[in-house]
């Protein structure tokens, strides 16, 4: 039964992703060639494993794995990155040991925040969300606008990711989550 899904973003939360200005260097330098394109992170090249030693964040990686060996927890890969770049982030994730229950990509104008909603509501028995992002200005404050939506027996709690440290931003614990800690407690010595 799954009751905590946890929902983890790739660049720069998960993944030391190149950022565009240094990685199209980078790329030209390897390749030998001006890079082809005007955008990045829609782009294969920008993931290229052959030019990119693509590291993951130890604390992140280690967070993820836990939730990973947790059969209880449905693991999701957040990311604004678009269909076409699914199989670079699978290949770096399988490279680091890292397999998720599903990586969900970018395909239409829905925010993180309403994805992380349309999950709740697939998976009734949650009690527990947990989401790392490291785009404060958009995708935290998507998670933040979608809290009134969050059924009152979850407790939600929003992580700002920057370079590898992890800040609890926002928590949603209502009294009902209390109890139930205080009742586990008392019944089984936790």
Do not use: C
């Not at 992890?166 to 019944?187: F, G, M, P, S």
């Amino acid at each position: 039964m799954i009751n905590k899904l946890s929902f983890y973003d790739f660049d720069g939360t998960l993944a030391k992703s190149p950022l565009p200005d240094s990685g199209k260097e980078q790329w030209s330098q390897y390749y030998g060639q001006s890079y082809p394109h005007n955008g990045w992170w829609g782009r294969p090249e920008s993931l290229d494993t052959d030019v990119f030693n693509i590291e993951l964040y130890p604390s992140t990686t280690k967070l993820i794995k836990d939730d990973i060996n947790n059969p209880e927890t449905y693991v999701i890969i957040l990311t604004s990155r678009i269909e076409r770049i699914k199989p670079y982030i699978e290949n770096i994730l399988t490279i680091n040991g890292i397999h998720p229950d599903i990586i969900d990509v970018k395909k239409d104008e829905k925010s993180k925040g309403e994805k992380v909603i349309e999950y709740v509501n697939k998976f009734p028995d949650v009690t527990r969300v947990d989401v790392y992002d490291d785009n404060y200005e958009r995708e935290i404050t998507s998670f933040k606008s979608v809290r009134d939506k969050m059924p009152n027996h979850i407790k939600y709690n929003i992580f700002h990711a920057s370079d590898g440290m992890l800040t609890l931003v926002e928590r949603k614990y209502n009294i009902q989550n209390i109890i139930a800690e205080e009742i586990e407690k008392y019944l089984y010595g936790f």
